[in-house]
C-alpha cells in the first residue's frame, strides 16, 4: 500500500502509559496481499489503538495493538484466514 497513513485523533498519556487512536487509510494498488489488486484499487479505512506502558525510566516495558482486522480485510475484499 505505496499509499498508507495513518490519522492520528487521540493521544492521552497518563502515570507509565500512553495510548494512541488512529485510523489507517491505503490502497491495495500493488503486486501482495492475499489478491491481486483490483482496478481500481480498493482502499482500507481501519481504526487501531496502541497501548504502551513505561518503566520509571520511561523504556517501554510493553506495547499492545488493538486493530480492527474484519473491518479492514472487508474493505480490501481479502479473505480473513
Known amino acids: 500500500m505505496p499509499d498508507g497513513r495513518y490519522e492520528l485523533y487521540s493521544a492521552t498519556h497518563g502515570q507509565g502509559v500512553s495510548v494512541y487512536c488512529a485510523k489507517f ?29 513505561f518503566d520509571n525510566d520511561n523504556k517501554v516495558t510493553r506495547m499492545r495493538k488493538i486493530w480492527d482486522k474484519l473491518t479492514g480485510f472487508t474493505n480490501l475484499g481479502w479473505p480473513l484466514n
Do not use: A, C, E, R
Not at 496481499?33 to 506502558?53: A, E, L, N
Open 25 to 53: 487509510i491505503g490502497s491495495h494498488s500493488l503486486p501482495g496481499g492475499p489478491v491481486p489488486p483490483s482496478d481500481p484499487p480498493k482502499q482500507m479505512v481501519s481504526d487501531y489503538v496502541y497501548i504502551i506502558w
